[in-house]
């Protein structure tokens, strides 16, 4: 039997109708799925008691673009979102990597890429993901340098950005020794010798990578050190940095914008 | 930008960010979007080109040329480019130092107001000028050798013998390119000048049996190459001894 519909309820005082729940309770009419809603907003009302953090989320999040942003301004966050995916690929082959130059390192790339489930995959879209990270930064800072976007107010992000650009160099050269075949060590080694005929720090800094004035057996862990804890911490917080500032100071417009001028604005009262 | 020019800016700025639109949802769908291109094409380079991996890493091994990551192949080029010893410390500081001394003093002496690219000619010659140079040594680099290769004419008496002997005098060169030698040895404009002795006169100081008694028995650090074949070693020989 189709059931029939029911009849609205009748039009009541409001004094005699139930009062409707008070945020953050349940009159537990809502059902399940009411319930659940509630107890989410209530964990995140408990976290933002503490720590006020929906205010900067808001200033974050709901902070104005302004007028005429175009596709170029997605360079940077794609290049974040690069350097991301190669944290998380990172992390995968790191599971698997043994520093070692007397042939473990050699060997456990060489598991990873032969044996290990997906690992050509994960270690192929580490290598090329670099490659990809390199050339969205400099399409990053070449849309800056062409928009006029490194000037007044926005210097200081500019300065970071170039030490990003480094960090990001010299991530690409300590990572390039890993796999430890005859193409990184070489490499390394040119690469190495290069930067000993730089200018006054040049040798130091040689030594300081070669862990000693020859390529030794501490070389590759320290080239493995710096690729997986120094520099990634460093890039994280300038990232942290640059984004502030990103928002704080907002995006440029391109630099063809013109404000809309208001005539009702430009009127003087006589 | 002088303090007018800054107020000026700022609130025409600030005008353009209320006509604009809220970073949530808008810029974050183009941002999310770009993220999706980025990934797509990071996991196709992934599976197209994978990752392949060369030969164990072997210091003792004498025949292999040095390629970097296709990013520094500019660099690779001007050390290339630039051959006599008192100007490569030029290139080396000049190239990379100061150009990061530049790039990082950028917004400190480019301080003039105006934004749009057709009216900043001298910022954007430069942007075109190092962009091109950059692209060109990276061209350049990529289809260039060693920064050890030889570049030294075949002598006469070599070329009109002919025959096996410019055979195997090309052959050495060939061998010596490959081999590093010039890692460690001046050989006429190529080369470092240390820690071993400059090659460039070597056979009016060397007969060819001392050349190749060094060559087997060498002053460390100088690998051995007792353990080259026949042909090879003897062509390596045949080479040194014709550089007087």
Known sequence: MPKLPKLPAPPLPAALQEPPPRPGESNGKGGPIEDAKAAGINVVDWVDERTS?????????FRKVPKGTNWFYTLGSATMFAFLSQAVTGVFLAM?????????????????????FL????????????????????????????????????????????????????????????????????????????????????PYLSDFLRAGPEFGATTLSRFYAIHMLLLPGAIVALIGAHLYLVAKLGTTAPPWMKAEQNPELRKVDV | MNQREKEE???????????????????????GAMAVVVMAIIITMSLVLGAELGPKANPTTTTYVPRPEWYFFFLFE??????????????????PTIGMILLFLLPFFDRGPERRPERRPIAMVTFVTVFGAMAFLTYQGANAGSPFAVEKPTPPA??????ATLAEYELGKAVVTSSGCLACHKLGENGNSGPGPDLTHIASRLPAQGIARTLVNPTAPMPSFKNLPAQRFNAVVAFLSQLK
């Open chain 2, 9 to 31: 800016y700022l609130r025409e700025y600030g005008i353009l960010k209320a006509q604009g639109k809220p970073f949530f949802p808008y810029a974050v769908a183009k941002d």
């Open chain 2, 78 to 95: 001007v050390l290339r480019v630039i051959k006599p010893p008192s100007l490569v410390p030029l290139a080396t500081i000049g190239v």
């Open chain 1, 53 to 61: 953090l929906s205010g900067a989320g808001r200033w974050l999040m």
């Open chain 2, 158 to 163: 070599v070329k009109q013998a002919g025959g």
């Open chain 1, 119 to 202: 690992g050509q995959f994960v270690r192929g879209m580490h290598k090329w993901g670099s490659s990809v990270m390199v050339i969205l930064v400099f399409l990053h800072m070449g849309r800056t340098f062409l928009f006029g976007a490194y000037k007044y107010p926005r210097e200081l992000n500019w300065v970071i950005g170039v030490v990003l650009l480094i960090l990001t160099m010299v991530m690409s050269f300590t990572g390039y020794l890993l796999p430890f075949d005859q193409r990184a060590y070489w490499a390394t080694i040119v690469g190495v010798n290069i930067n000993g005929t730089g200018p006054l720090i040049g």
């Open chain 1, 96 to 116: 698997y990597y043994r520093p070692d130059p007397a042939g473990g390192a050699y060997e456990s790339i060489r598991h990873v890429t032969n044996e290990v």
